[in-house]
């Protein structure tokens, strides 16, 4: 797109990771009938070939030295896909994080972490197993994800890179849209979409969804959702829009899954099988140092031998339609309310300022069970199964399919936002070479108090008032009551809060038609207080530690267009990651700060008059500066050698993830589109100078295929889709609980859809897993979740 265009063009609704902001003498109304031909997401054909994510400057995707990938809201509706999790299989190297417990939106880019931005502005971070929002697609336009870290741009950053969720924005042309559904396991779903002028200078959108499941193995949820937005031309030069959201949502956790029955093969000294009980010998003391572990009589040796199955300490044990999901649990209770004000100047012909405010508040409270471990036959440290692992004898009753040391943990949690933006970009032309300056600031506050109390069985709780062991996971007895009848420990009461400011500055440069170039530096300050508030074990208020990261981060890329069709890339870029943003910090400002890098080298390429856009592109991501202890340091200080010259910390470990990302998006003759992604990638950890296999639950290959054909019947088109998913294996591995082989089997799944529309009408019918495949879609600690079985979802969408 040539730059003099887009000075013409004046983006009323633009935003940092979306639409290019230029300027018009006309109307509103006229602007926007400009805009149906100059926007990113008003396309002549069906892709989507401009992009703001990577630089900020609305840029063509075959232009942009950066790896990205966009997802349209075509795509996302012939899926049925309503959560960001269900929107994944469309773009390669994103995928669900491993060890997860089932708790919202933990995603990650190339094995590593997200940043989760609307319109580039906080949306929510990764925080493990704490507290995050399950992400809608109710209001989202368009899915962008950028690889790699990106500081400069969008702040306190994460190593694996962004995704920017491209929110719906008022339009002047009238719109009211209805949708409904309904599916297996009480699903159902109503949504309307309002849009029109209010005048001829403002316009308003309102968007109200409600939706509900029961959820296969009872994994239910509720959802609801109100966004409503304004915008406001107050001149040629001044626009604003006014956004804000409100989302209550329940979402049932299962932090378990289908548990790993804890054989542990190394001990029965056997390559896994169907055993005798003459194989599993009890503990004779072997190591002399007096300590026992439990004796079985010869029944309980052959009970406990029939019980082993040959995959038993390798896969997860199929509990079938059943699950481990106690009614102590409590779906995670989330409550959302944003605010957001956008501010656009036209400072002049060239020049454009846009800021942003946005205002966030975040509260969560579930009870989730973290474990239920059947324990069976395991040589830990020289003893063969020492109570508490162990298996379960009661009165003389063996269970030997009984879960061991079960804890349920209650979280209370709220995090409230503050985020600034302003971007000033200027363009400029020298001869035959153009380019836009682009200088942004930004600042952050984030302020987060967390508790969270434990329950324990009596493995944990020796004391009384233990919940009840689990006695067979195959059919579980359940503790009467709630979970505060319990005599719940207070484990967790703490304040954190993160502010962070930073300053950067980008230069985009048009060298020739053929050579675009990218160079960013960002210098930013993250500022943490940490306060310890008193709990069952630490009862006294703990003195506040503080700490600071602060440094420069840069993002430099080249793209040459070696034909009007095929251009190649590089991009090298580091990032700055705040150091422990959830959890408790030490005060140590001496250590380097936390960082991530990354390096891509790609190509892309259009065929069929731009209606087929692919790339390939190899990536080497890392997370830097990981700090670990030094053993050699002596932590007693009565010696006179303590602390003597060694340093108590080291930090060069590393998370590091190399690999081959392929993206396909086609649509050719309004008849046949297609979306074709792969990854494969080498995920390791370097702990201690020691470099791992493939870390825990990021599976090295998987790919995704989604086919659509339309064909015209009447007056209607009628469009088939099937898709298709491959997961290879993934590791849920644990040394310390004597499964060091465990993982999760590949699986290739398939979906399908019709829908079939006629002028305001369109009815769809979606089927997930059509053949009924059981497969396990996040890996848990030693456990994986299952997917659902076979789902068939009814929408019928209609145009007032």
């Known amino acids: 797109m040539h730059l003099t265009k887009l000075s013409k063009a004046i983006a009323l609704t633009a935003v940092p990771g979306g639409l290019f902001l230029g300027f018009s003498n006309g109307s509103a109304a006229d602007t926007n009938a400009e805009l149906e031909e100059m926007t990113v997401y008003g396309r002549h054909n069906q892709l989507i070939l401009e992009s703001g994510t990577a630089t900020k400057s609305n840029m063509q995707l075959i232009e942009t030295p950066a790896a990205i990938v966009v997802v349209d809201r075509a795509l996302l509706d012939a899926q049925a896909a309503t959560t960001l999790q269900e929107s994944l299989r469309n773009v390669s190297g994103l995928a669900q994080a491993g060890n997860n417990y089932g708790i919202g939106d933990n995603l990650q880019i190339r094995g590593l972490g997200v940043n989760y931005v609307y319109d580039g502005m906080y949306a929510g971070a990764d925080l493990g197993n704490s507290y995050n929002p399950t992400r809608s697609t109710t209001n989202v336009e368009s899915i962008e994800v950028l690889k790699g870290p990106a500081t400069g741009l969008y702040g306190i950053g994460s190593a694996g890179g962004v995704i920017n969720m491209i929110e719906k924005k008022p339009e002047f042309e009238p719109s009211l849209k209805t949708r409904a559904s309904v599916g297996r396991w009480g699903h159902y779903n109503l949504m309307l979409d309002s849009t029109d002028a209010l005048s001829e200078n403002t316009a308003y959108r309102l968007v109200v969804n409600r939706e509900e499941e029961d959820g296969f193995r009872d994994l239910g949820s509720e959802r609801s959702e109100v966004y409503g937005s304004l915008k406001f031309v107050a001149s040629d030069q001044h626009s604003l829009l006014l956004s804000a959201a409100y989302i209550d949502d329940s979402v049932q956790v299962d932090s378990i899954g289908d548990p790993v029955r804890i054989v542990s093969w190394d001990s029965v000294g056997v390559t896994p ?46 509990l079938g339609s059943g699950s481990l999901i106690s009614p102590l649990s409590r779906p995670n209770e989330g409550k959302e309310s944003r605010i957001k004000l956008r501010h656009d100047w036209t400072i002049s012909d060239n020049s454009l ?53 079960q804890e349920y943990r209650k979280v209370e949690s709220e995090e409230k936002t503050w985020q600034y933006f302003a971007d000033l970009k200027h363009e400029w032309q020298s001869g035959w070479i153009r380019g836009e300056h682009l200088l942004s600031v930004n600042y952050e506050q984030r302020d987060m108090a967390l508790k969270s109390w434990s329950i324990y069985d009596a493995d944990g709780n020796p004391n009384g008032n233990a919940v009840p ?70 009862p006294g208020e703990g003195e506040e530690a503080d700490t600071n990261d602060s440094g420069s981060s840069y993002n430099v890329g080249l793209n040459y267009r070696v034909t009007p069709q095929l251009a190649a890339f590089v991009n090298a870029s580091q990032g700055r990651t705040a150091y422990s943003i959830l959890g408790s910090i030490n005060g140590q400002n001496d250590r380097p700060d936390s960082e991530s890098k990354s390096l891509d080298v790609g190509m892309r390429f259009t065929a069929f008059d731009e209606d087929l856009l692919a790339s390939l592109v190899w990536f080497e991501t890392r997370r830097t500066n990981l700090r670990y202890n030094n053993p050699d340091f002596n932590d007693n200080p009565n010696d006179p050698e303590y602390n003597v010259n060694v340093p108590r910390y080291f ?13 396909l998006n086609m649509a050719l003759n309004d008849q046949f589109s297609v979306n074709l992604n792969g990854t494969y990638q080498k995920a390791i950890q370097i702990r201690s100078g020691s470099r791992s296999g493939q870390r825990k639950g990021i599976p090295k290959k998987f790919a995704s295929l989604w086919g659509t054909y339309h064909h015209d019947i009447a007056d209607g088109t009628l469009e088939t889709s099937v898709g298709v998913r491959y997961v290879s294996e993934r590791s ?4 310390s609980f004597g499964l060091p082989v465990s993982e999760l089997e590949s699986y290739t799944s398939y979906d399908a859809a019709i829908s079939y529309e006629l002028k305001k009408i369109k009815l769809s019918l979606n089927v997930e897993n059509l053949t009924d495949e059981r497969y396990y879609e996040k890996a848990m600690f030693l456990g994986g979740l299952p997917a659902n079985s076979r789902n068939v979802k009814l929408t019928v969408d209609y145009e007032f």
Do not use: C, M
């Open 469 to 538: 062991y689990i006695l067979d996971i195959r059919q579980a007895n359940w503790g009467a009551g709630r979970f505060e009848d319990y005599s719940p420990t207070l484990r967790s009461n703490y304040d954190k809060e993160v502010s962070a400011y930073g300053i950067s500055f980008q230069e985009v440069v048009y060298f020739t038609e053929k050579l675009t170039g990218r160079i960013g530096v960002a210098y930013s300050r993250i500022k943490q207080t940490y306060q310890h508030k008193g709990t069952d074990r630490s």
């Open 273 to 318: 099988t169907l055993i005798g009980p003459d194989l599993l010998p009890n503990d004779n003391d072997s190591d002399g140092d007096g300590v026992v572990g439990l004796q079985l009589t010869d029944e309980q040796r052959a009970q406990l031998a029939a019980s082993i199955g040959a995959e038993d300490g390798l896969r997860p044990y199929d």
């Open 651 to 663: 930090f060069d470990d590393e998370d590091n993830t190399k690999g081959w990302e392929f993206d």
């Open 353 to 405: 300022l846009t800021q942003q405010l946005l205002y966030r508040d975040y509260d969560s409270e579930f009870v989730r069970q973290t474990g239920a471990f059947n324990y069976v036959y395991w040589n830990r440290r020289g003893e063969i199964n020492l109570n508490p692992r162990a298996p379960l004898i009661v009165d003389g009753e063996l269970y030997p399919f009984a879960a061991r040391r």
């Open 732 to 735: 849920i591995n644990s040394v």
